[in-house]
Every structure is written in structure tokens, then in C-alpha cells.
């Protein structure tokens, strides 16, 4: 099957939500999305992490499958996104001395590399390493080979998360027959995804402010220099509504109502009544102070990450992020830190990325990661059942109903009569011989399905 034709599948483990998205790389390399599908969830996944390994189980086979029916396809692996509270970024310089003058070559560079990969972080595992600048006497230059030194040091960044996460996010793929096509870092595929090439050049923070955290990812001369995920979100503004003796569901209403990051101060507080259940109401004014007191507190955290490359970042502060859509935030940031820099949310589909007709999407923030991830996608997700599978969830998957299936003819039946025996040893033949016409038929179909016309030459 043509890398055109292939489906991929990818799955995002949200604090609110498990959500798949499947889609189909097209010739002009944009990728078109086929199916999205998402269950929610309140108590499998926590600050980002898998809280509830058998929930997170159920949850994502419960999106795979609606992906099956819709598309009419066997997903067998996922491309899945890695984020979370603990992922953060760690610096590490690498000396190195040579016995006299030396022409740094791609070996030193890798040995370099080698050493940096060594290094064993306490109750922590390295998921990606990005190069920053090479030391060579007093000056810093980004490609060292070539040059002439006694003396090299190597300066890296290391993306780590505590130990364990990706092995719990492995064992729920596993356990919902499925493997891991591979495991991405989520905030680098999203900043992949919506900045540019010129603003990571110039400088650019991107800040992704979920549910229960908030991701921050600073760019500058091309080069990630920053990220970091704390654990504060737009759900911290809905439990501090909740101390007004309000229902959870309520208080996620009320905030998306009436809720603003920044409200100019007027002479006199407004005396407006705002209806709640029982009968009750509660001060416009005391909802407001708590709404924004507390992205107040949100917007303090993100700016202490922010402010030691401020002065770097031409291109400013991207939002997104289903808790950046509050009213005024962009006017909070501005006016809580007296940044000179723009500061802009980010709207639209994401680049690169067009809908099949019959998806539409909910809300846009939402979902820029899950596009983000399917964007990384380089392999075929959909085919035949993996060999090496519990034999439990192998037959969940043959199991597992598949839209659009046609019914295909029986086969021949010869007249005449047949001996008990000979009826006996025969049956169980036609019934397998039934079944592999049907799995070719089907396969053939997608393949149909899938194919592009070729251009008449």
C-alpha cells in the first residue's frame, strides 16, 4: 500500500477527554482528516498523566473502535502523544579535551552526543535531545565540524519525564490490543504544527493552556530552548467556583459564561445578580473576581518561564488551548506583565491540514494537538491484527464490528446427496473457505477505497 494511501491513527490522552483522529497523507503532502472520535473522561487521566490504567484502557479502545466503524478499517496501531506534569526540559554542557590541537569532526560530535545520552536523571527518563550551541574558546556556533580547538564543550537540552509514564501509557495501548506506532512528545509536535519557521527563528513562545495544565515551549534562533508543563489549568478556575457551594457542571457553565481573564475597573461594582440552582444567585462582580484572580495566578506562572527570554522573542506569545479561550486573556497577559511583545491567540484550522466533508469539528482549540500528533504520523495504522497480540484481544478485534461491509454472495452449493460423515468433514472446510473470501474481499475494497485515481497520460 502507497504511503498516499495509508490511514494514520493518532491518540491524544486529555485531562477531559481521550480523543482519535485518523487521517490520509495526500500527494501535495497536507494531510486530510477521515474520522475523530473522543470519549470523556474525568478520572483517567490526571495532570496529563494515566491515573487509571484500565478507564484510559477502555477509553481508548472505545475511540479506536468508533474509528473502525466509521472508516470501516482494523486500526492495529496508534501513534500516541506524551505529555504531562512531570515532561520538562533539563540543560547539560559536555567539556571535552584533546590531547593538542584537533579538527572537530562528525566523531567527536557523536561521541558527544553519546555522552550527553548517558546521563541518568533521579526517577527521570531523557524522551528527546535537542542540540543547542558548541563552545569553541570564547565563541558559541551551532556547527563546530571543521573547526580547529584543543577544547570543545557541547551544550544540549534534554526532554525528560518522570519514569514510568510512557511505560503506563505502553501498557494501556497494549492491554487495548493495539501497539505503539510510536510514542511523540506532544508539545514539540504542536509547535511543529503552528509555528512557523521565521518565528521560531526570530523568537516565539507558545503557550498551551489545557484542562488541567499548561504547557510552555520557547523558540529562538530555530532552537528549542525552553518547555516546561505546570499544573495549572483551565479546571482550577471551575473548583475555586465550586467553593461557592456550586455543582461542578455548573461551575464549568458559569466560567464559560460570564467568566474573563480582565474586566476594567470601574468606579462603582456592578450590583448584577447572576441565576444559579436552587433558587440561588451570586454577585457578577464576586464570580468575576474569582475567575480572573485565579488566571491571574495562571498567567504569573507562565510569565516567570517566559520573562528570561522575553527580550528574545520577536515574534512574541502564540495562545492556544481549550483554557486560553476565556474573554480578555490576551488584555490580562499584556497588562499583568507590561510586556512590550505581542500577544496574540491562535485561530483557524491548523496549517497543513484539510477536512474530508463529512467532519466537522467541534471546538477548534481543542484540537490543535490531536492534529498536531497526526501530522507526525509516517506509518500505516490499519491492517492486519499484530501476530504477538494476547489471543484475549485478538479476538476482541475480529470481534469488533466494521461499517460498510458488504455482504458477499454464498458460495455454490452442489446438489445431490452426501453421506453423514462426508457432510461433517466438509463443512467446516466451506466455512473457512467462506471466511478468507470474505477477508480478501474486504481488503480489497479498502485498498479500492483508498486508491487515488491515476491521470489518464
Not at 470519549?39 to 495532570?47: A, C, F, N
Not at 445431490?416 to 475494497?445: I, M, Q, V, Y
Request: proline content about 4%; hydrophobic content about 35%; glycine content about 6%.
Amino acid at each position: 500500500m502507497g504511503a498516499e494511501k495509508d490511514i494514520i491513527v493518532a491518540v491524544e490522552l486529555g485531562s477531559t477527554a481521550i480523543r482519535a483522529i485518523a487521517g490520509k497523507r495526500l500527494p501535495d503532502g497536507t494531510m486530510q482528516v477521515l474520522a475523530i472520535s473522543q470519549e470523556e473522561t474525568t478520572d483517567s487521566i490526571r495532570k496529563g498523566l494515566v491515573d487509571n490504567i484500565d478507564k484510559t484502557t477502555q477509553a481508548i479502545s472505545h475511540v479506536v473502535r468508533k474509528i473502525n466503524e466509521e472508516l470501516g478499517i482494523r486500526v492495529t496501531r496508534v501513534f500516541v502523544g506524551l505529555s504531562g506534569q512531570s515532561l520538562r526540559t533539563m540543560e547539560n554542557k559536555v567539556p571535552y579535551q584533546f590531547a593538542e590541537k584537533t579538527i572537530i569532526n562528525n566523531d567527536v560530535i557523536d561521541r558527544l552526543k553519546e555522552i550527553n545520552n548517558n546521563v541518568v536523571y533521579p526517577q527521570a527518563r531523557i524522551h528527546d535531545v535537542i542540540p543547542q550551541e558548541y563552545k569553541i574558546g570564547n565563541r558559541y556556533v551551532q556547527d563546530p565540524v571543521g573547526m580547529q580547538s584543543e577544547q570543545i564543550e557541547a551544550r544540549f537540552i534534554n526532554v525528560v519525564a518522570r519514569a514510568g509514564v510512557s511505560e503506563n501509557i505502553e501498557r494501556c495501548i497494549k492491554n487495548a490490543g493495539l501497539e505503539m506506532a510510536d510514542l511523540l512528545i506532544s508539545p514539540l509536535c504542536l509547535a511543529d504544527c503552528l509555528l512557523s519557521a521565521n518565528e521560531k527563528r526570530s523568537g516565539c513562545a507558545l503557550v498551551d493552556m489545557g484542562a488541567d495544565t499548561t504547557t510552555i515551549s520557547v523558540y529562538y534562533s530555530n532552537i528549542l530552548r525552553h518547555l516546561v508543563v505546570i499544573p495549572l489549568g483551565g479546571s482550577n478556575v471551575t473548583t475555586d467556583i465550586t467553593t461557592k457551594s456550586i455543582e461542578q457542571a455548573e461551575a464549568e457553565q458559569l466560567k464559560l459564561k460570564y467568566g474573563t481573564a480582565w474586566h476594567e475597573n470601574e468606579e462603582e461594582p456592578s450590583k448584577n445578580k447572576i441565576q444559579i440552582s436552587f433558587d440561588r444567585t451570586i454577585p457578577e462582580d464576586e464570580l468575576s473576581n474569582i475567575i480572573e484572580a485565579r488566571y491571574e495566578e495562571i498567567i504569573a506562572n507562565i510569565w516567570a518561564h517566559i520573562k528570561p527570554y522575553n527580550e528574545k522573542l520577536l515574534s512574541g506569545i502564540l495562545l492556544t488551548g481549550g483554557a486560553s479561550k476565556v474573554k480578555n486573556l490576551v488584555k490580562a497577559i499584556t497588562e499583568y506583565t507590561k510586556t512590550d511583545k505581542q500577544v496574540r491567540l491562535n485561530k483557524g484550522l491548523a496549517p497543513n491540514i484539510s477536512l474530508a466533508p463529512n467532519i466537522h469539528l467541534p471546538e477548534e482549540g481543542n484540537l490543535y494537538t490531536l492534529m498536531a500528533l497526526l501530522l507526525k504520523g509516517d506509518q500505516n495504522c490499519a491492517g492486519e491484527i499484530p501476530s504477538d497480540l494476547p489471543e484475549d484481544n485478538r479476538e476482541e478485534l475480529k470481534e469488533a464490528p466494521v461499517a460498510k461491509e458488504e455482504k458477499v454472495p454464498a458460495e455454490p452449493v452442489e446438489t445431490g446427496e452426501k453421506s453423514e460423515s462426508a457432510a461433517e468433514t466438509e463443512t467446516p472446510k466451506k466455512e473457512k473457505d467462506g471466511a478468507k473470501h470474505k477477508l480478501r474481499n474486504f481488503f480489497r475494497k479498502i485498498n479500492n477505497m483508498l486508491s487515488e485515481p491515476e491521470e489518464d497520460e
